[in-house]
């Protein structure tokens, strides 16, 4: 048996973004407003601390393969078919990029996620709101 020389997450996160169009903050914004998805998969606690952006909708990471599934039983209503613009979002723009390349390998084709994350869409003034208690 042969085994490969395992990567660490540096080198997974470089490698994986390759095949991602990862978008601004000013872009993700575009595509939302052109019918695109945006997906938010923070943890609770960073949603209450930080807000929301308005419509978007909110998958724990943990859900998201299921819920994103077009073919999926356990579906979300907004993952109407393969051809969706889904842009992931998490914190800082880490832990979006691994998920938008598992939703690619589910046949999401125009999954990808937002460089920064949440921090760098408020960072650049867009909209967010108060996540309700």
């Known amino acids: 048996m042969s085994y490969e020389q395992p990567l660490g997450i540096d080198e997974l996160l470089e490698r994986v973004r390759l095949d991602l169009d990862r978008l601004s903050p ?7 407003e052109g019918g695109g998805l945006l997906v938010d998969i923070r943890y609770a606690a960073l ?22 599934d077009p073919q999926g039983s356990h579906r979300a209503p907004e993952a109407t ?13 880490y832990a979006s990029s691994l998920a938008a390349v598992s939703l690619r390998q589910l046949g999401l084709r125009h999954a990808t996620d937002l460089t920064g994350g949440f921090q760098a869409w408020r960072a650049a003034g867009l909209p967010v709101v108060t996540a309700e208690t």
């Open 81 to 93: 078919g393969h051809d969706l613009r889904v842009v992931v979002v998490c914190n800082e723009g």
């Open 47 to 68: 949603r209450e601390r930080d807000g929301l952006i308005p419509g978007a909708l909110v998958v724990e990471r943990n859900e998201l393969e299921w819920r994103l």
């Open 26 to 32: 000013k872009e993700a914004y575009e595509i939302a």
